[in-house]
């Protein structure tokens, strides 16, 4: 498998107080990464430095250039700074996520709308089209950015705790189509929910100021431990399971 | 025929200006409207009147210390409130008083009569000048040109900046220029209603518009078109009644207002 981005030796820091040091990590084309990691381990951090949103403050990020031009990267932020009360409709947002192909002065064509009729029918949400995002409930408005993320055929996915508000009912439906996509799309991915998902992916990455890689889709609370990433493990199915505070 | 020629003059330059200040004011005032910035519009406003008094003070054009004011104020304070070093409205608040304060002084020290300074604080379409006019005309055809080529990118600044981010580096520079024309916009409009009301004139349109749609694009037409009509009559009306116009532009666009407020009820119940 060929790599896609590989960062050397990064180190990031916010006003001096350091949050990734000496980052080795390899993202190579078809993986399905889980980024795991404490609350303010550095995970949308790691994301940014990625998207080129935050400079590291020592190291450096290599693209490959043949597999990947940078405008074939999807991002799903953690937090939406989006003003939902804004007059924009659902597809106009979906539409920004061409922005980064078409350029400063881009103008939608009708294939360009068909694009984004397509991903938000994929997701179940093309009759929300023409709505305001205030119309939206949580969960709606998540798949909406997803869309956004999604409609310039990105070869490399960055989702950030795309779980947090898509509602129950949609989440495994939701990792069902991750993994489809994952057939051709490379995926990392920040979750909690260790337990659900590694059913779907086929490593780890534990991001806790230092960044451990660890090549399976299985991990066990001691590996978790040895890479110094105090995270709980959720048991799903018949085991009592210990439900934990959503972030 | 020399007198008709005159008053034919003079109503059509004020017609122009009803037509140049209606699209400059739409189009900024659909975006400060959208983006939630009409405090610190206001900041701008008030702030442009030191401007205008340092102006008369030195013998420039008030509208050159207006527009240098307004400006310099508008991005001091998207450059304080981006270090974070002081918040965005005490900024705001400081900017509003201190501009206003340095306005009534200078005016005040300035030796003589000033005639005009009544219709910068509540506006003269009647008396504008040419300069003025050929001014708030360019900058029409700017704020044209800008919104259309750079549509797109101006609505994802507006709606999610730190996503634009990610598709571009220089949302910055775009936040900034666009910071800039909206100041000047406010500057040229206050020959039309004053310092104290030109705000009104940038915020109702939007939101009669709002009532229509929830589309920016179509925002920026309609808060176009309803500002046309309301500063139309306005004009119009005040000329009838001998009332200042500034004034009963202000009345005219709030009746708009209202009136479509009523027409569009049904669609929001
Ligand atoms: N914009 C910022 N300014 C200052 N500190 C920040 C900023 N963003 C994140 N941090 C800090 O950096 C650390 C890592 O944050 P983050 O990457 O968001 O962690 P995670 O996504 O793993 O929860 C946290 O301690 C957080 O408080
Ligand atoms: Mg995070």
Redesign the pocket.
């Known amino acids: 498998m060929s790599t896609l981005i590989e960062l050397k030796n990064i180190s990031a820091s ?2 001096g ?1 350091p ?1 990734l040091e000496n980052v080795n990590f390899s993202i190579r084309e078809g993986d399905f990464i889980g980024v795991i ?10 994301l ?1 430095v990625i998207l080129g949103l935050i400079k590291p403050t020592a190291g450096e990020v290599v693209y490959n250039r043949e597999k990947l031009k940078k405008n074939r990267i999807g991002y799903l932020p ?1 937090i939406a700074e989006g003003d939902i009360n804004f007059p924009v409709s659902v597809k106009d947002v979906v539409l920004s996520g061409l922005m980064i192909i078409k350029g400063h002065s881009a103008r939608m064509s009708s294939e360009d709308r068909k694009k984004a009729d397509y991903v938000l029918q994929e997701l179940g949400i093309h009759h929300l089209s023409n709505k305001s995002l205030n119309k939206l409930s949580g969960g709606e408005l998540q798949r909406a950015y997803l869309c956004r993320a999604l409609i310039g055929s990105p070869k490399l996915l960055l989702l ?1 705790e795309p779980g947090n508000f898509v509602d129950t009912s949609f989440e495994q439906g939701f990792y069902e189509i991750l993994k489809d996509l994952n057939e051709t799309v490379t995926i990392m991915m ?1 979750s909690h929910d260790v337990g659900t998902i590694s059913t779907y992916v086929k490593s780890f990455a534990c ?1 806790n100021r230092k960044l451990h890689y660890h090549d399976s889709g299985r991990i066990t609370t001691e590996q978790l431990k040895a890479y110094d990433c105090p995270i709980q493990l959720i048991a799903h199915g018949d085991v009592p399971h210990t439900v934990l505070k959503r ?1 | 025929m020399f007198a008709s020629f005159f008053e034919y003059d003079f109503l059509f330059k004020s017609l122009l200006a009803v037509l140049f200040g209606s699209i400059t004011a739409g189009i900024a005032g659909s975006y400060i409207v959208a983006k939630k910035m009409v405090f610190l519009s206001g900041g701008i406003t008030h702030s442009s009147f030191g401007g205008i008094g340092i102006a008369y003070f030195i013998g420039m054009s008030p509208v050159l210390g207006a527009a240098c004011f307004g400006v310099a104020s508008a991005l001091g304070i998207q450059y304080m409130a981006s270090k974070q070093k002081v918040s965005e409205d005490s900024a705001i608040g400081f900017l509003w008083a201190f501009g206003m304060a340095l306005g009534i002084i200078f005016v005040y020290l300035t030796p003589g009569y000033t005639p005009d300074l009544m219709s910068y604080l509540f506006g003269s379409i009647l008396t504008i000048h040419n300069t003025d006019l050929i001014a708030l005309a360019i900058l029409a055809l700017i704020l044209l040109f800008f919104f259309m080529r750079y549509y797109r990118l101006i609505l994802y600044v507006a709606f999610d900046e730190g996503y634009a981010r990610t598709f571009s580096s220089r949302v910055d520079l775009f936040k900034y220029l666009l910071i800039i024309l909206v100041s000047l916009v406010i500057v040229l409009n206050i020959r039309i209603a004053g310092v104290v009301l030109v705000l009104s004139l940038l915020t109702i349109p939007p939101n009669i518009a709002l009532l229509f749609t929830g589309n920016f694009a179509k925002m920026i037409i309609i808060s176009i078109i309803a500002g046309f009509i309301g500063m139309l009559s306005g004009f119009v009306a005040s000329w009838y009644l001998n009332i200042p116009t500034g004034a009963t532009i202000i009345f005219t666009l709030v009746l708009l207002w209202v009136i479509s407020r009523i027409v569009t009820r049904r669609r929001w119940e």
């Open positions: 916010y006003n107080d949050v990691g404490p609350n303010g381990g550095g995970k949308t951090t790691l940014k953690q950030d920040v991001v972030h």
